[in-house]
């Protein structure tokens, strides 16, 4: 490894790579960012809940401002996937772009994928923030809104349960057998309306969504939240046997290392809450424990 060779991947370009790529590279550590494309931040049209912004900000200006923040420090973003990752020794080996790079410490910060609903139509509802993945972010909006959530398991159940705080029409749509759904009755109660049916599409009309489902039936909403899940991306970690919990989702120490020696990871891909700010505050305490394990090993620390 020579002096312009990185010492740290990053694996991952949203919030928590980007953010783990500003620290490391003011630590004055040589960082390489794998930028695999498509975060899942691009699909926030605007957000009210990232902190300092009381006005609102998209996730592209969210994700333009940090990666402009990482590179000014020195960080290098190269787009492409990280094909294989593997432990050598104490250093790991890395395919990205064609090409081995050995580096002394990894932070996946690979994310999660959504399950959006199988439908015509649904990203570009998406993009309007007429169909919503993610009631703690932007549950505020639906105050006194017609609210729908398609879920298919317990899951829906709990995310049209908490987004009664914010409005009393709220619809839950639930597309998975029946016997996925068993608090039916408390649901009711709690003033939720409660329809079985597979829905056919999603059609937009101005502001707002128009299911049709249930035998061609439709319905309009000022809003519909997908509660179908998410899957992690921690293929890299499964391959070096890093522990992941039920959910697939990686577990972590406080320093935000994984059972793996070296092996970082923070973000949603980490057992938690989904959050842009959660993800930030993890990728900052695993840069700064990266940093100090390698001044370690390298006999800069006392004591």
Same mark, same amino acid.
Not at 129 to 147: F, T
Not at 151 to 170: H, K, N, P, Q
Not at 276 to 290: F, G, Y
């Given at each position: 490894?020579?002096?312009?060779?990185?010492?740290?991947?990053?694996?991952?370009?949203?919030?928590?790579?980007?953010?783990?790529?500003?620290?490391?590279?003011?630590?004055?550590?040589?960082?390489?960012?794998?930028?695999?494309?498509?975060?899942?931040?691009?699909?926030?049209?605007?957000?009210?809940?990232?902190?300092?912004?009381?006005?609102?900000?998209?996730?592209?200006?969210?994700?333009?401002?940090?990666?402009?923040?990482?590179?000014?420090?020195?960080?290098?973003?190269?787009?492409?996937?990280?094909?294989?990752?593997?432990?050598?020794?104490?250093?790991?080996?890395?395919?990205?772009?064609?090409?081995?790079?050995?580096?002394?410490?990894?932070?996946?910060?690979?994310?999660?994928?959504?399950?959006?609903?199988?439908?015509?139509?649904?990203?570009?509802?998406?993009?309007?923030?007429?169909?919503?993945?993610?009631?703690?972010?932007?549950?505020?909006?639906?105050?006194?809104?017609?609210?729908?959530?398609?879920?298919?398991?317990?899951?829906?159940?709990?995310?049209?349960?908490?987004?009664?705080?914010?409005?009393?029409?709220?619809?839950? +749509?639930?597309?998975?057998? !029946? *016997? $996925?759904?068993? @608090?039916?009755?408390? =649901?009711?109660?709690?003033?939720? %309306?409660?329809?079985?049916?597979?829905?056919?599409?999603?059609?937009?009309?101005?502001?707002?969504?128009?299911?049709?489902?249930?035998?061609?039936?439709?319905?309009?909403?000022?809003?519909?939240?997908?509660?179908?899940?998410?899957?992690?991306?921690?293929?890299?970690?499964?391959?070096?046997?890093?522990?992941?919990?039920?959910?697939?989702?990686?577990?972590?120490?406080?320093?935000?290392?994984?059972?793996?020696?070296?092996?970082?990871?923070?973000?949603?891909?980490?057992?938690?809450?989904?959050? +842009?700010?959660?993800?930030? !505050? *993890? $990728?900052?305490? @695993?840069?700064?424990? =990266?940093?100090?394990?390698?001044? %370690?090993?390298?006999?800069?620390?006392?004591?």
């Amino acid at each position: 490894m020579n002096d312009r060779d990185p010492e740290i991947l990053v694996v991952g370009a949203g919030p928590a790579g980007l953010t783990a790529a500003t620290y490391l590279a003011r630590f004055r550590r040589r960082v390489l960012v794998a930028d695999g494309g498509a975060a899942r931040a691009r699909w926030i049209p605007v957000s009210h809940n990232m902190p300092g912004f009381p006005q609102g900000i998209t996730g592209d200006a969210i994700l333009n401002r940090m990666t402009e923040q990482a590179v000014e420090y020195g960080a290098v973003i190269e787009a492409g996937q990280v094909e294989e990752l593997a432990c050598d020794g104490d250093d790991f080996v890395a395919r990205l772009n064609g090409r081995e790079l050995r580096v002394r410490a990894v932070l996946l910060a690979t994310g999660v994928m959504d399950h959006h609903p199988d439908l015509p139509g649904v990203e570009r509802a998406i993009e309007r923030s007429l169909v919503r993945i993610c009631p703690i972010c932007d549950g505020y909006e639906a105050i006194d809104k017609a609210v729908a959530v398609i879920g298919e398991d317990a899951s829906g159940a709990a995310e049209a349960a908490f987004l009664r705080t914010y409005s009393d029409r709220v619809t839950l +749509i639930h597309i998975g057998p !029946a *016997e $996925a759904l068993a @608090a039916t009755d408390d =649901i009711r109660r709690m003033g939720i %309306e409660v329809i079985h049916a597979p829905i056919d599409n999603v059609r937009l009309e101005g502001d707002r969504v128009t299911a049709l489902s249930w035998s061609g039936t439709a319905r309009a909403f000022d809003l519909v939240y997908s509660a179908l899940g998410t899957s992690p991306n921690a293929a890299l970690a499964d391959g070096l046997g890093a522990r992941t919990g039920e959910d697939g989702r990686m577990f972590v120490d406080p320093h935000q290392m994984t059972s793996v020696a070296g092996l970082y990871a923070a973000g949603d891909v980490v057992r938690g809450l989904n959050q +842009i700010a959660v993800a930030s !505050a *993890e $990728a900052a305490v @695993a840069a700064t424990a =990266i940093h100090n394990a390698l001044r %370690e090993a390298d006999g800069w620390t006392i004591g």
